[in-house]
């Protein structure tokens, strides 16, 4: 048997307005949350054309080259570092004018798989085997209307079609449970002389991996407790009386990591030697949702741990785009003493009708009309400026001493700031080759320094 879509009228809405204006036909992103009976689409969102596409796919009839799967792969990397913890893109739909003939289906079924390689290379995390590995393709034909929902096993190479239900159901996820926590973190990245050929954003990507580790294998508190994986996270809330949603408040949420290793396990220390290393510091802010559907604690942990983890990568990500995209040479970087860089802000914006709220990232010199047209861009979706939440973030002081070591300060009550300060990439490199024992000791951040030790 296979799997149920449960979808939110608005997406059925969205794609019965979109015209093809000519175009021999439109393609896109379905976004939604896995579990283990059925899926749930919630936001649906076209791919934006290329200006040269514009004239191209005005044929009259549907073409295997047009299907630009590079194209539609990128926007789907893009799309999903606008998602919070618990969303997905869980596959593609196509509106023709014309029933899909054989050889666009294949090209779909590429797409699909295209799409999930392209978000698995990215994630510091693992899907578990309890998961959904089934990818959805949705067909709509524009003229007779019809719909064809169909499922590809990602995880299988040779996976054939299978029949899906597509069911639309009003408003959703206005009653999906929302969790929040800020995590703060002290994350330190030796590079290696082994490493020294890999590019910055590589060498932090693998230091990130181990680090992704931890926040795993940590302890989360919901609302102050240690519950049971397999409890309600719903146990013990009160409903409200004529209210659809089942809290009126978020769950708190609290990141416990562990700073020693139990006695059955042995800790031996790495020695390296190193040309430097990559520290990010600060605090994050993290939120993730889940269905109102009878979700279990562990759907509610796992969907935080995977926004600790995307949002830190993201970031990181979005920081070494932009030094290139300003033509900051990496050797420049890399034989600075000293050098500073701001991460981008999470900013948060609701969507009509829904609890959930999807996110971007905004550095300082960017306006809000810009993450307003950026929102446009990728999800196709308009906003109000006035909407928009800027989640403020804050840094750890750091002090590099003489001694070509780096010494973390916590402000004290007097030395807090009243507002709190930006979150800070420190890219620091101090100039002696020495030998450090490199310890994973993360705690949570948003601001980088690189180390650079040479003769």
Same mark, same amino acid.
């Given at each position: 048997?296979?799997?149920?879509?449960?979808?939110?009228?608005?997406?059925?809405?969205?794609?019965?307005?979109?015209?093809?204006?000519?175009?021999?036909?439109?393609?896109?992103?379905?976004?939604?949350?896995?579990?283990?009976?059925?899926?749930?689409?919630?936001?649906?969102?076209?791919? +934006?054309?290329?200006?040269?596409?514009?004239?191209?796919?005005?044929?009259?009839?549907?073409?295997?080259?047009?299907?630009?799967?590079?194209?539609?792969?990128?926007?789907?990397?893009?799309?999903?570092?606008?998602l919070p913890g618990g969303l997905l893109v869980l596959g593609v739909f196509v509106i023709t004018t014309l029933e899909l003939a054989n050889d666009f289906q294949n090209a779909l079924r590429r797409l699909v798989y295209a799409v999930e390689k392209s978000m698995n290379r990215k994630r510091l995390w693992n899907f578990t085997e309890e998961e959904t590995s089934d990818r959805v393709i949705l067909h709509i034909c524009s003229s007779t209307k019809k719909i064809s929902c169909r499922t590809y096993d990602i995880h299988d190479p040779k996976s054939s079609a299978r029949p899906a239900d597509w069911k639309y159901q009003n408003g959703l996820s206005t009653s999906w449970l929302p969790l929040e926590c800020t995590v703060h973190i002290n994350i330190h990245i030796p590079l290696s002389t082994t490493s020294i050929t890999y590019t910055l954003e590589k060498n932090t990507k693998n230091g990130l991996t181990r680090w992704a580790k931890q926040i795993e294998n940590g302890v989360y508190l919901i609302n102050g407790q240690v519950k049971d994986e397999n409890c309600d996270l719903l146990e013990g809330q009160k409903k409200s009386r004529g209210n659809t949603q089942a809290t009126s408040h978020s769950f708190d949420v609290r990141l416990l990591t562990q700073l020693?290793?139990?006695?059955?396990?042995?800790?031996?220390?790495?020695?390296?030697?190193?040309?430097?290393?990559?520290?990010?510091?600060?605090?994050?802010?993290?939120?993730?949702?889940?269905?109102?559907?009878? +979700?279990?604690?562990?759907?509610?942990?796992?969907?935080?741990?995977?926004?600790?983890?995307?949002?830190?990568?993201?970031?990181?990500?979005?920081?070494?785009e932009d030094l290139h995209l300003n033509e900051i040479p990496e050797t420049k970087v890399m034989n600075s003493e000293k050098e500073f860089h701001t991460l981008p802000h999470r900013v948060f914006v609701p969507i009509p009708g829904s609890a959930v709220m999807l996110c971007d990232y905004k550095f300082d010199d960017e306006s809000a009309e810009e993450i307003r047209d950026h929102f446009i861009e990728m999800l196709d979706h308009t906003i109000q400026i006035e909407d928009l939440e800027i989640a403020e973030e804050r840094n750890t002081a750091c002090l590099s001493s003489c001694m070509n070591s780096e010494i973390s300060l916590n402000n004290t009550e007097d030395e807090q700031p009243e507002q709190p300060i930006k979150t800070t990439i420190i890219l620091k490199i101090q100039q002696n080759i020495g030998v450090i024992a490199a310890f994973a000791a993360a705690v949570l951040a948003a601001g980088v320094s690189f180390h650079y030790f040479s003769d």
């Open positions: 048997m296979g799997r149920t879509y449960i979808v939110d009228e608005t997406v059925g809405q969205y794609l019965s307005n979109i015209s093809l204006q000519g175009k021999a036909f439109v393609s896109g992103l379905l976004i939604g949350q896995c579990s283990s009976q059925k899926d749930y689409v919630i936001l649906a969102t076209r791919t +934006p054309p290329k200006e040269e596409q514009n004239e191209n796919l005005k044929q009259p009839t549907a073409k295997l080259e047009n299907l630009d799967e590079e194209w539609a792969t990128e926007h789907a990397h893009q799309a999903s570092r606008m020693v290793l139990n006695s059955d396990h042995r800790s031996t220390a790495t020695v390296q030697v190193c040309s430097g290393s990559v520290n990010l510091k600060g605090a994050v802010k993290c939120r993730a949702y889940v269905h109102s559907n009878k +979700p279990k604690v562990k759907d509610a942990v796992q969907a935080m741990k995977r926004d600790i983890l995307n949002t830190v990568a993201d970031r990181c990500e979005i920081l070494f």
